[in-house]
């Protein structure tokens, strides 16, 4: 059978292959939907129940252990987007309480091939991340929220997520979401 | 080192045309397009009874005393094509080659954008500046 | 079974999501529909359609149309899917039958019959990811899919235009 020169490097076509199904469901809800802020909805939703699995691989993964403090709980989720994304956002801008810090994206794997149109500028293209936090975190009880305060997309320098801690969940089963 | 590079897609439609100097934008088009029947048999003639797997590159298509124009096929017929002046003696095959796989490259990263739908014009900034960067260092 | 590596986690559960969202309705509150799934298939089309240019880029021209089949049976298949397909028969007259005895999308469901009704949504992506690949190569084509036993997947191909 004849072959190409150089073999496909699997692991990079999969991640671009992520990448493109990313981004072909988010060009697919930009269709299904009118108003941008429910394609910013649904794709945290989304993430929340990828989230909720992904808890479960990143845990057996790393062993992790119960975190001492929302510190540890901000290198545990630097240490998620490594693994499975394979970039290091810098931990930054802790608020004085303690409860909120930033991370900042110079590179995403997510937005790699992504220029906006102009018709997008309330899209939110990596929501899905906010749903993926949420949902991981409610499963070692705590919860949190995220948002994006700067977004490269839309012309930023970085794209900087704040990250915010509410509270411990005190009820051990986790309510679930549709 | 490029004067022009141009983008035309599996049914002979230019989906991009950049050149150094606006003024000959016309000309350019001009040029391509007659470009794309020798392609097209060169495609031809090497066709139907290959036994192997041919290169993309397809070398120099035409040459005038004025302009050089060199041709290349992706998989998915799609051709693109780069101008240079005749008068450009020390640009090297191996330079031609190096410049076509960074538009080759460029033309599929800019596919992979999710907002892109296939077959329009490319109004990519990012593809932009590869081909200013091919037209100027090359 | 060893756990599977980080970077092939993401694609399947946005796959997940992909399905599941087709699977329910665009909007909440709205009652449950039928699986869309054409819109699943269109999504693989377009994901099928932009790879195949970047993952055959560094390569030469196909032949012919078997040489581009075999390329997406042995290359990409093996870079996405994580194995060549099993079985790759053709009639020589533009249908061929593509065979995965363990499809990526499948192998982790168990293996009971009452999945089978299911599992169709499982493969769709993967039938519009071939027709989208097929279709950017110049190849139009009808994909459509056999599931008799879990996880074993046949993927038929009905070439509707000879290349060029």
Known sequence: MARQGNKLDSKKVNSEMFTLTYGA???QLMKDYDNVEDVNKQLDRMGYNIGIRLIEDFLARTQST????????AEKIQLGFRIYLGISPNISNWSASGDEFSLIFETNPMLEFVELPDNCTNLKYCNVLTGVLRGACEMIQLDITSKFIQDQLKGDNVTELRVKFIKTIQDAIPAGED | MAVCVAIVNRSNAPKYIACVNPDMELEFHYKVHTSLDVIEERLTSTGKSNTERQEFYLGILYS???HTIYGYVTNTRTKIMIITDTSNKLLRDNEVRAMFRKLHSAYSHILCNPFYVPGDDIKSKYFE???KSVMVGG | MTQALADEILLDLIHAEIVAYANGSPS?????KDTDYSKIELMGFSCGYRIIERSTKDGARFKDELDTMKFICTELWAAIYKKPIDNLRTNYQGTYLLQDNSFRFLNK???GS???ESAGKYVVFTCGLLRGALSNLGIN???????NTMPVVKFHIQVSQPQN
Do not use: H, P
């Open chain 3, 141 to 147: 084509a009808i994909v459509s899919m056999e599931i």
């Open chain 3, 114 to 116: 009452q999945y089978l």
């Open chain 1, 25 to 27: 469901l988010v060009s």
């Open chain 1, 66 to 73: 119960r975190c001492q403090d929302f510190k540890e709980t």
């Open chain 2, 129 to 131: 500046q590869v081909a």
């Open chain 3, 109 to 111: 469901m168990s293996n």
């Open chain 2, 64 to 66: 005038t005393e004025e």
């Open chain 3, 28 to 32: 909440d509150g709205e009652e449950k």
